[in-house]
């Protein structure tokens, strides 16, 4: 499957520059223009890394990076500026950008801090392939629970709900962050879906659902997952 990159820039010979040298090294890329466009369809497609330009309309990339982290996600994000002071450097950094890369730009660096950044997500994410929460051991890969000598089958959406929490163990998490991450900023269900789907995912984790160690609901809030820390 192949990785699949979300590019935001308002300069469309960029645009275009970055999008071609990117599908010619084998990604799916998807594109905006503008800062509001861009949140949209970071929410909508999933992107596994994020090329954003800071100066666009609408919303600017500081901003939509916040906006970004704000609901907990993790992918990876790549800024681009004109602006060469240290100061809006060490702010898109501060406000969870992964690394910038500086206008004018060559293609080969922006490729090769590209392929970086992917690399250490697809390590980071490997950590989490197989992990055992208690007694249960989770297949993130086969889509599986084992608990004892039953095997659980996981759905995609309960393995990208578990794997979201897992992401985020010891947080609590808000529903409203939950369901942006896990079901998309244009979904139109309820809070409910979520707390159905932690009862599916704690039948197949807890000793007894009816009283979790594991997967906590925070009152007022939402749900954590505890794990002991490494």
Request: net charge positive.
């Given at each position: 499957m192949r990785e699949r990159i979300l590019v935001i820039e308002d300069?469309?010979?960029i645009l275009d520059g970055i999008c071609r040298n990117l599908s010619y090294e084998g990604y799916e890329v998807i594109s905006a223009t503008d800062g509001e466009s861009g949140l949209k369809k970071a929410a909508e497609c999933s992107p596994d890394l994020i090329i954003l330009d800071i100066m666009l309309p609408k919303l600017d990339g500081f901003h939509l990076c916040k906006a970004l982290k704000r609901t907990g996600s993790d992918v990876p994000?790549?800024?681009l500026t004109a602006r060469t002071s240290?100061?809006?450097?060490?702010?898109?950094l501060k406000i969870g950008a992964d690394d910038y890369v500086t206008k004018p730009f060559s293609l080969r660096e922006l490729m090769a801090r590209v392929e970086a950044l992917l690399r250490r997500k697809r390590r980071y994410e490997q950590k989490f392939e197989r992990?055992?929460?208690?007694?249960a051991e989770?297949?993130?890969d086969a889509l599986t629970i084992k608990k004892g000598k039953r095997i659980y089958?996981?759905?995609?959406r309960e393995a990208k709900l578990l794997r979201f929490l897992v992401q985020n163990a010891n947080r609590a998490l808000d529903r409203n962050t939950i369901l942006n991450n896990v079901w998309g900023y244009n979904y139109s269900g309820t809070a409910r879906t979520i707390d159905n789907f932690i009862t599916r995912l704690r039948?197949?984790?807890e000793d007894d659902s009816e009283n979790p160690k594991y997967i906590e609901t925070v009152f007022g809030i939402g749900y954590r997952l505890l794990l002991p820390s490494e």
């Amino acid at each position: 499957m192949r990785e699949r990159i979300l590019v935001i820039e308002d300069d469309l010979l960029i645009l275009d520059g970055i999008c071609r040298n990117l599908s010619y090294e084998g990604y799916e890329v998807i594109s905006a223009t503008d800062g509001e466009s861009g949140l949209k369809k970071a929410a909508e497609c999933s992107p596994d890394l994020i090329i954003l330009d800071i100066m666009l309309p609408k919303l600017d990339g500081f901003h939509l990076c916040k906006a970004l982290k704000r609901t907990g996600s993790d992918v990876p994000i790549l800024m681009l500026t004109a602006r060469t002071s240290e100061d809006d450097r060490v702010k898109g950094l501060k406000i969870g950008a992964d690394d910038y890369v500086t206008k004018p730009f060559s293609l080969r660096e922006l490729m090769a801090r590209v392929e970086a950044l992917l690399r250490r997500k697809r390590r980071y994410e490997q950590k989490f392939e197989r992990l055992k929460i208690g007694d249960a051991e989770v297949d993130f890969d086969a889509l599986t629970i084992k608990k004892g000598k039953r095997i659980y089958k996981l759905s995609a959406r309960e393995a990208k709900l578990l794997r979201f929490l897992v992401q985020n163990a010891n947080r609590a998490l808000d529903r409203n962050t939950i369901l942006n991450n896990v079901w998309g900023y244009n979904y139109s269900g309820t809070a409910r879906t979520i707390d159905n789907f932690i009862t599916r995912l704690r039948g197949k984790i807890e000793d007894d659902s009816e009283n979790p160690k594991y997967i906590e609901t925070v009152f007022g809030i939402g749900y954590r997952l505890l794990l002991p820390s490494e």
